[in-house]
């Protein structure tokens, strides 16, 4: 408890937290891209993160320079909402759903110093469920609802940082029960500590996007998300003139592991088409929290975002 706490304070450690299945839920999430002028960078910034449905933000070193996740409870809200920001903005914001997800695991070898990113590519199985874990099913009871929603909050750093889901109706038996069965359902992928990975040594972010042909896009992101360098890896979709389907954040503690792990794998995959976008500056990095959790239906399958 005592580290714990003293890397809470030190900024190790953003936040103690349930990390739940939002798709799970029944809501949808995309990634979006825009190309923001430096004039209108602060005021287009200033709307962005002010979107309840936004949790991240950043500034990248390309001509789409912005590029931030959005929920809501629908594509279609999605939609509206990007086109009432371009109307009130007047930018072009380019909507990038997941059609496919192989990887969402957000883990830091703090004790390797780098050398177990650099595990070579061909390693990576071309067959196997690297999905990540968490497609749940079913309608919630009101209890798991009000545990779910008091999860959004951070855990504090004490014995039982559970005792404030606790009433009248459910004691801490009861809590544990009904988290453990979330767990195991799927609508909580995990209790952890989110830490500030730059504090950890990992001072290199990037998003690396590359164009792979649709029958090989599998076996590619089977490869790419089992590499311990990246944390999430997706196929999304394209728009006019962004041809890039395959996509993974790479933290590393140097540019130069990341790009010796690229050229690895782009060799290996024959991919000769794809970018680098390291992050500029991290503008928001907050989840995005619900007033309830009705959504999911019964025998409603979803993939995890």
């Not at 109706?169 to 809590?175: G, K, Q, R, S, T």
């Not at 950890?200 to 649709?214: I, K, Y």
């Not at 999430?232 to 962004?242: A, I, L």
Request: proline share 3%.
């Amino acid at each position: 408890m005592k580290q714990a706490s003293e890397l809470s304070r030190l900024g190790v450690i953003r936040r103690i937290s349930a990390v739940i299945n939002y798709r799970a839920l029944g809501i949808t999430s995309t990634l979006v891209a825009a190309h923001v002028p430096q004039k209108n960078i602060k005021e287009v910034i200033a709307a962005i993160n002010a979107q309840k449905g936004v949790s991240h933000n950043y500034l990248r070193n390309h001509y789409y320079n912005l590029w931030f996740t959005l929920q809501a409870m629908t594509s279609e809200q999605i939609g509206l909402t990007l086109l009432s920001l371009s109307g009130q903005l007047g930018i072009d914001f380019h909507n990038l759903p997941v059609k496919q997800v192989f990887k969402l695991d957000v883990r830091f070898d703090a004790e390797s110093q780098g050398k177990a990113l650099l595990r070579d590519v061909s390693e990576a199985p071309q067959d196997g469920d690297v999905s990540p874990r968490g497609v749940a099913t079913g309608r919630l009871n009101k209890n798991q609802k009000l545990v779910l929603s008091k999860l959004q909050n951070d855990l504090a750093l004490f014995a039982k940082p559970f005792d404030f889901i606790c009433s009248d109706i459910l004691n801490e038996e009861d809590v544990l029960k009904i988290m453990t069965d979330l767990v195991d359902k799927g609508f909580i992928r995990r209790i952890a500590g989110v830490v500030d990975h730059r504090k950890l040594g990992f001072s290199t972010n990037v998003l690396f996007a590359c164009e792979v042909p649709q029958d090989r896009v599998v076996v590619a992101g089977k490869r790419l998300a089992n590499l311990s360098i990246v944390s999430h890896c997706y196929e999304r979709q394209t728009f006019e003139g962004w041809p890039f389907n395959l996509f993974a954040m790479m933290h590393s503690r140097s540019m130069g592991d990341i790009q010796r792990v690229i050229s690895k794998f782009t060799k290996a995959e024959a991919v000769e088409s794809f970018l680098l976008l390291p992050t500029v500056t991290e503008l928001k990095k907050h989840p995005v929290k619900h007033q309830s959790f009705d959504f999911a239906q019964d025998g409603e399958h979803v993939e995890p975002f």
